[in-house]
């Protein structure tokens, strides 16, 4: 029933920028955090940001913090992370994640390459 659809992954030169997008079905968005995660290559997934449900208050990892924005836009049902400034190490599978409880969900992900 939850569903979580990225896109607005691609290929970027370093120091340009992308958004990416997070759809998401099947369960009341705007009651719930969300969260960005990403799998760099060869390496474990980690955290990118997280953003509240009510105060839309936003945490992020240390090695995005001022590069990245995580915003929501619950008439939408759609979770955004603005990436700019980027550097080669944030090439990833980038994915949005919604959980309660024991239940987690995950989007399918969406690749984001850096590279010149």
């Known amino acids: 029933q939850v569903q979580l659809v990225e896109s607005g992954g691609g290929l970027v030169q370093p120091g340009g920028s992308l958004r990416l997008s997070c759809l998401a079905s099947?369960?009341?968005?705007?009651?719930?955090?969300l969260s960005w995660y990403r799998r760099p290559p060869g390496k474990d997934r980690e955290l990118v940001a997280a953003i509240t449900a009510l105060s839309e208050m936003t945490n992020y990892a240390a090695s995005v913090k001022g590069r990245f924005t995580i915003s929501r836009d619950n008439a939408k049902n759609t979770l955004y992370l603005q990436m700019n400034s980027l550097k080669s190490e944030d090439t990833a599978v980038y994915y949005c994640y919604v959980g309660w409880f024991e239940d987690d969900y995950w989007g399918q992900g969406t690749q984001v390459t850096v590279s010149s």
């Open positions: 099947g369960f009341t968005f705007g009651a719930h955090a």
